[in-house]
């Protein structure tokens, strides 16, 4: 690592003749990367672009008319570090009653309802989305809290259910197959309705936090009760956490 | 995701789908803008067609069209129209009757216009005068294959509604000279290399360009697949979640390139070893499976 100081190194790929794969070293710095692109865009001092879409620890810009300079500025740019206080949370009740609770205590050593206490003690951001329209590959949760994929996929995961994989958590917009370990299932939420607007609840940079309920649908005592130990949230470069 | 694109409830359309052929589908500019939420482009995969029915009708180029796979549709107009087949070229017939194929045709009330199979190429569009309308999602009445968004595939007995037609009478603009190209005996496909070439041995580069590939047969509106030599990998594994871009020659587990048409996945963990050029998917779209395929390096 290299000090708090020092500018990330800021890797410019070619996709073809008019995109570019910007790669950043952290998860965190690809999403502040994302929202200085996406405040360029608003201000309107981003270069016109068909799409930018953030992935795990990269950027994609596809649709650029000339590729070349962007990607000799961006290494250059100051990309001030993530802001975790804009905007509301989007709020997600949920009934922690997944088919993989189970398996999922057993991997963090605690009990199942713990499972949920845990899991509902952090705050989240979409860091990207894929695989369904729709579909927030949610983060937060740390070292100590990885879950590998189902060794099998089922065939068919229920829409509203609450998956985790690798470092991440997601919400199936729509029931299909799916491969995550399924703790939950997301109470009064439709993820994706392409009637609303906007279509998605949750898009890359929105902030989450899921609220236990019981089988009624009533709220599950306080989520952030000091008992509960505190998801090893990774420490972020250069003091950027913002105060509570 | 979205049902049919005609509410049970609403008045029934003029446009009767006689024989939905393979697989045919409402295509138009598709949904770009949208990649972000994890909604794929889609759209028609041979966009120069598709835009070319669109001018010979006098339409709007938003306006959507069905795209058909290699065994063409037949369709009823419960309304006098004006319409044209692009695309792959075909035997057109209009109550039987051969009619020109890249010419817009007068299509009397009851009539029946039919887009036989291909006679060579794959995709044949056939447009209306004011389009065909379905409820849009995002903009687009694109039928999406992988996310399920769009009206679903048509199937016999499907009944659609055409869109508001432009006064003029298409008829009366001046006709454009049909393109009819002649079948290629091979697919060329420039790539230009990235984002994620270092990922696999110069021998799996040069295999890339020097390799004899086949259109495979299990290709789809998602990806151009191809058979013929693997890859040879520099590493092995996923690269955590990244953007996938249209034109995107991503290499999966086996070593065979699929290259990612309109209805590609967004995200994906596969390298991607180059990228074809926009301009040179729409001959992808049309290649037939079999044909040979060769990548060159793109100026």
């Not at chain 1, 997600?92 to 609770?101: A, K, S, W």
């Not at chain 1, 279509?199 to 940079?205: D, M, S, V």
């Amino acid at each position: 690592m290299t000090g708090p100081s020092a500018v990330p190194p800021v890797t410019v790929l070619p996709v073809g003749g008019h995109g570019l794969l910007v790669e950043l070293p952290t998860a965190e710095a690809a999403e502040a990367l994302h929202a200085e692109l996406l405040r360029r865009r608003r201000t309107g001092t981003l270069p016109p672009v068909r799409e930018i879409v953030p992935g795990a620890r990269t950027v994609l810009l596809e649709g650029l008319a000339e590729p070349r300079r962007l990607a000799e500025e961006l290494p250059h740019w100051r990309v001030p570090p993530l802001s975790r206080t804009g905007g509301t949370a989007v709020r997600i009740p949920v009934r922690y009653d997944g088919p993989d609770l189970a398996e999922v205590a057993a991997l963090w050593g605690l009990s199942e309802q713990e499972v949920g206490a845990v899991h509902a003690s952090a705050e989240y951001r979409v860091a990207f989305c894929g695989f369904a329209p729709g579909f927030g590959y949610l983060t937060v949760l740390g070292a100590g809290y990885e879950v590998p994929r189902r060794a099998s996929p089922r065939t068919r995961v229920p829409a509203g259910a609450v998956g985790l994989a690798g470092a991440y958590t997601g919400i199936y917009p729509r029931s299909s197959p799916g491969g995550w370990q399924l703790i939950g299932t997301a109470v009064d939420t439709v993820l994706w309705d392409p009637e609303r607007t906007p279509a998605a609840l949750l898009e890359p940079g929105t902030r989450v936090r899921f609220e236990p309920v019981d089988s009624a649908g009533t709220p599950i005592g306080d989520s952030a009760d000091p008992d509960i130990p505190d998801p090893d949230i990774p420490d972020t470069p250069s003091g950027s956490r913002e105060p509570r | 995701m979205t049902p049919a694109g005609v509410p049970a409830d609403a008045p029934v359309g003029a446009l009767e789908v006689v024989r939905a052929g393979a697989l045919s589908t409402v295509q138009d500019l598709g949904r770009p803008g949208h990649a972000h939420l994890g909604v794929p482009r889609s759209g028609a995969l041979d966009q120069p067609a598709h835009g070319l029915a669109n001018r010979l009708l006098g339409n709007p180029e938003g306006a959507a069209t069905l795209e058909t796979t290699l065994t063409g549709c037949a369709v009823r107009s419960h309304l006098p129209t004006v319409a044209v087949v692009t695309g792959a070229p075909c035997p057109v017939t209009l109550d039987g009757r051969p009619a020109p194929w890249g010419e817009p045709l007068r299509l009397p009330a009851g009539s029946v216009l039919e887009a036989g199979a291909a006679t060579y190429g794959l995709r044949t569009y056939v447009g209306f005068a004011g389009g065909v309308d379905t409820a849009p999602v995002l903009g687009s009445r694109a039928t999406d294959l992988l996310s399920g968004l769009g009206p679903a595939p048509l199937r016999d007995g499907d009944r659609l509604s055409f869109g508001t037609r432009r006064r003029r009478d298409p008829l009366a603009t001046s006709p454009i000279p049909s393109p009819c190209p002649a079948p290629p005996r091979e697919l060329v496909l420039p790539v230009v290399p990235g984002p994620r070439a270092d990922w696999f041995t110069p021998a799996g580069w040069r295999t890339l360009r020097t390799g004899d590939y086949r259109v495979s047969p299990a290709g789809n509106r998602v990806g151009l697949r191809l058979e013929g030599p693997t890859l040879e990998r520099a590493y092995d594994g996923e690269l955590p979640s990244e953007g996938m871009a249209l034109g995107a020659v991503q290499v999966p587990p086996a070593g065979l390139p699929v290259v990612f048409l309109a209805d590609h996945p967004v995200t994906g963990g596969y390298p991607v070893i180059g990228v074809v050029p926009e301009e040179a998917l729409p001959a992808a779209a049309q290649a037939v499976p079999g044909t040979p395929v060769r990548f060159v390096p793109a100026d």
